[in-house]
């Protein structure tokens, strides 16, 4: 399909992208273009004018600020792959970030777009969420910071404001002894989408499990904190029988749909199995993490 025609804005710093968006009611923003492009062609949705992104250096940035990370909104998977920083803390978004599409595409998308697309299956947000991130939200007028969690309220909805702009993504280095990871099953190696993903998190203090996370990908409206089988690993001791019993309820508290890639039953039993090889991920991550 062709492109209906679309006025065309590039503006070169992030306040004149905001007066733009402000300026241009019926305008869309675009990153890098790989989700909003397919749906503009496919007339799921409509614009006037789209305001690119891709000449705005300052959302390019990644920086270490006190005992956070700092993602500019235009980063795109392949720099998250390759950069010194990520690797270092957060191996876990490397490997989602690894996980998606192509190397073409990686190269376009951008981590600004995957979470504001806000698509169930998006491979980012589960790590991130994990990870506690919070998002820097910015308008002419007002800048909000939101907890990534937060931030989802339904399939393609979010709480982002029409005249507001995603600038960043705050990721707080995880403290010592604390692993991080992400599973991803799909349909095929490359250009496929989440049937289902898990993301987990474990921080270990004198051996027992402080803290823990299990957040589901693909198996609800949003990306899913899994709370109770969060809640059952607080305080205990990791064993191979309390993963499975955190696995079994992290099932339970999946809502998935039937569609195309896969039916309500197999991304439940999908999400058993991932929970517990995540868990036991994070769990070596954990103990081999000194901080
Ligand atoms: C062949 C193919 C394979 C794919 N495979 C995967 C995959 O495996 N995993 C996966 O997660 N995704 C996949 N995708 C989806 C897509 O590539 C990603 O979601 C990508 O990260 C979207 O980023 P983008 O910069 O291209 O967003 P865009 O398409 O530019 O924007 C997406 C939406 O977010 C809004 N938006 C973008 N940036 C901002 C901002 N800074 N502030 C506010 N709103 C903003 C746009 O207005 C638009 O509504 C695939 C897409 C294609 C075409």
Known sequence: MILPEIEYHAPRTLAEALKLLVKLKEARIMAGGTDLLVELKQGLVEAEALISLQNIKELKKIEKKDQSLRL??????????SHPLIKQHFPALVEAAKSMASPQVRSLATIGGNIASAVPSADLPPTLIAAE?????????????????????????TICRDEELLISILIPVPPPKTGIS????SLREANALAVASVASRITLENEVISQASVVLGAVAPSPLL?????????????????FEK??????????????????????????????????????????????
């Open 246 to 291: 955190a696995a079994s309820i992290a099932k339970d508290e999946a809502s998935p749909i039937s569609d195309i890639r896969s039916s309500i039953w197999y991304r439940k039993e999908l999400i058993q199995v991932l929970t517990r090889r995540s868990l036991a991920e994070s769990l070596k991550r954990a103990q081999k993490n000194p901080g």
């Open 133 to 157: 991130a919070s998002l820097e939200l910015q308008c002419t007028e007002s800048f909000r910071e939101v907890n990534l969690l937060e931030f989802f309220t339904g399939p393609r909805l």
């Open 226 to 242: 899994a709370l109770k089988a969060s809640e059952l690993l607080e305080g205990k001791k990791p064993s191979p029988s309390l």
């Open 72 to 81: 500019g909104a235009m980063v795109t998977p392949q720099e998250i792959i």
């Open 182 to 185: 992400f599973l991803k099953f």
